[in-house]
């Protein structure tokens, strides 16, 4: 399971692995005030493509495609590659400082994880079909 939060908001028992994925500390918070298991700056939007974004919906679909492109990165693969195998076991929690919880960074990287982890179950799916098949061969 994975899930997004702003790190303004309380942790919780049923948050698991919280990861915290903005290049800069939240605003107003100390970091002993807010427990993470990981920071991954890695996962973050460069500046300039946070800058670019501003946060302004008028730009959220040119925002979307250009950070996608920035997650094919080997570093940012490998931490998504990661939260998908933990989020198969448990409960993963993107933590994020943005005041807008609809157009944020935490909402892509939600998408490509839960898009590895559909890919995922499809081909062990097709796995278990195609063993099945070859068993069933006389």
């Known amino acids: 399971m994975v899930r997004i939060k702003r790190a303004y908001e309380p942790p919780g ?9 903005d290049r800069l500390w939240p ?5 002993e ?8 700056k890695d996962l973050a939007p460069t500046d300039g493509l946070r800058r670019w974004f501003g946060h302004e919906p008028s730009r959220w679909r040119g925002f979307i495609a250009r950070y996608r492109q920035e ?14 195998r933990r989020a198969t076991a448990g409960t993963v929690t993107i933590v994020y400082g943005a005041r807008d919880e609809a ?18 179950t499809r081909s062990s799916g097709r796995q278990r079909a195609h063993s099945a098949a070859d068993r069933s061969v006389p």
């Not at 605003?27 to 970091?31: I, V």
């Not at 997650?71 to 998908?84: G, Q, V």
């Not at 157009?103 to 995922?120: C, P, T």
């Open 13 to 21: 028992r049923e948050d698991g692995h919280r990861i915290l994925i």
């Open 27 to 31: 605003r107003g918070l100390r970091k």
């Open 33 to 40: 005030d807010l427990p993470l298991d990981a920071w991954a």
């Open 71 to 84: 997650l094919r990165a080997p570093a940012a693969r490998a931490l998504l590659d990661e939260l998908s």
């Open 103 to 120: 157009h944020n960074n935490a909402v892509v990287v939600l998408g490509e994880i839960e898009r590895r982890l559909r890919r995922s």
